[in-house]
T-cell receptor, first 118, second 112 residues
């Protein structure tokens, strides 16, 4: 099946710094990618929809100036957590539908990035 | 609204069947999915069902959909210790290209 990778898999940073998380579709093109956040022992909550070549669509309550999304190519979307604070510590997961001609009712999920802000 | 609820925890003995339940509220859901998440890992799609179906079987997995009651269940036959994980149901309106709304997740514990 199609593969989605994320980098880094985990990151620890100091409060106030910015952290960039990459999401790549390795063997297919993705015009759309989704970014989710998962707090410990909770479900995944959609943060935003990343669209190649255009602005991301953010869910209600998600600060677009804090969570910057860039989808510069058909295989890469990045999420930058700006001025991170301890409450931003979470597991961030991206997903991508198979894109053009995929023909499969499935989204492919990355392995997740665990962010810890000290 | 789009609320998807699941029971939090289920414990079964190895070899028994597991049934994980899910209720949803959005009647316009077109696709319903079951995902498995192992500790510290991403999500693995187990199976999905179209809203015009009421049952789907895939090896040890059986999905039942009661659209009238907006109830979805996942039955795992002959549960193994490797099935221990968190299981999420999810719904979407148009399928692959649309956002998913996830349930609260059910932690399945398989005991010997």
């Amino acid at each position: 099946g199609a593969v989605v990778s994320q980098h880094p898999s985990w990151v620890i940073c100091k409060s106030g710094t910015s952290v960039k998380i990459e999401c790549r579709s390795l063997d297919f093109q993705a015009t759309t990618m989704f970014w989710y956040r998962q707090f410990p022992k909770q479900s995944l909550m959609l943060m935003a929809t990343s669209n190649e070549g255009s602005k991301a669509t953010y869910e209600q309550g998600v600060e677009k100036d804090k969570f910057l999304i860039n989808h510069a190519s058909l295989t890469l979307s990045t999420l930058t957590v700006t001025s991170a604070h301890p409450e931003d510590s979470s597991f961030y997961i991206c997903s991508a539908p198979p894109g053009l001609g995929g023909g499969v009712n499935e989204q492919f999920f990355g392995p997740g990035t665990r962010l810890t802000v000290l | 609204g789009e609320d998807v609820e699941q029971s939090l925890f289920l414990s079964v003995r190895e070899g028994d069947s597991s049934v994980i339940n899910c209720t949803y509220t959005d009647s316009s859901s077109t696709y319903l999915y079951w995902y498995k998440q192992e500790p510290g890992a991403g999500l693995q799609l187990l199976t999905y069902i179209f809203s015009n179906m009421d049952m789907k079987q895939d090896q040890r997995l059986t999905v039942l959909l009661n659209k009238k009651d907006k109830h979805l269940s996942l039955r795992i036959a002959d549960t193994q210790t490797g099935d221990s994980a968190i299981y999420f149901c999810a719904e979407s309106i148009t399928g692959t290209a649309s956002k998913l709304t996830f349930g609260t997740g059910t932690r399945l514990q398989v005991t010997l």
